[in-house]
């Protein structure tokens, strides 16, 4: 179990959960849900927007790829900051500020789960979520300076991104802006 558990009650911010365990396909267990020890309150392990307006975890990553599968294709798309550096107005590395950010919100979300159950040590946890954390910034502070790329309901500047899980909100609600175009 996480020492150190980063997975708040959305009610009164509690760490003191316990979480509701299922089988899953390959004879472990995945938490389907967290119950809070000091309020009670109930919620699906991934329904929970931190920020309103936001989407959660399942509506904005419904469509996106499988972790494992962003990972390769990332992997094997060129530096953003190459792209950056051949002109910070292209699309195409706000594209690639945003499918890291996504997938690194994705993975931070995964080890934080995978934390309830013991699964993995605290410092990977950690980790996970400050380069979350860090990408999404990165994501936000490239918007701020081109908010002609962004068409999602609430751009940069909405002061909500600044609070805590803000950033990386932001980056759930771009990625299913960016999905929906992508498949429109």
């Given at each position: 179990m996480l020492t150190y558990p980063s997975i708040p009650c959305p009610v009164c911010s509690s760490l003191d959960l316990d979480a509701e365990l299922v089988p899953n396909d390959s004879g472990g267990?995945?938490?389907?849900?967290?119950r809070c020890r000091a309020c009670g309150f109930s919620w699906m392990a991934h329904d929970v927007p931190q920020f309103p307006g936001a989407p959660n975890y399942r509506e904005a990553y419904a469509e996106a790829p499988p972790l494992l599968d962003e990972e390769l294709e990332l992997l094997a798309t060129p530096?953003?900051?190459?792209?950056?550096?051949?002109g910070p107005q292209q699309p195409h590395s706000r594209v690639l500020l945003l499918r890291r950010a996504a997938y690194w919100d994705r993975r931070a979300h995964e080890l934080q789960l995978a934390g309830f159950l013991g699964m993995c040590l605290d410092e990977d946890v950690m980790q996970a979520n400050h380069q979350a954390a860090t990408s999404a910034f990165e994501l936000l502070k490239h918007d701020l300076a081109h908010k002609d790329q962004v068409d999602a309901p609430f751009g940069p500047t909405e002061p909500g991104w600044d609070s805590a899980g803000g950033t990386r909100a932001y980056v759930r609600q771009e990625y299913r802006a960016w999905r929906s175009e992508k498949h429109d």
């Open positions: 267990q995945d938490i389907a849900a967290f530096d953003a900051g190459a792209q950056a550096a051949a």
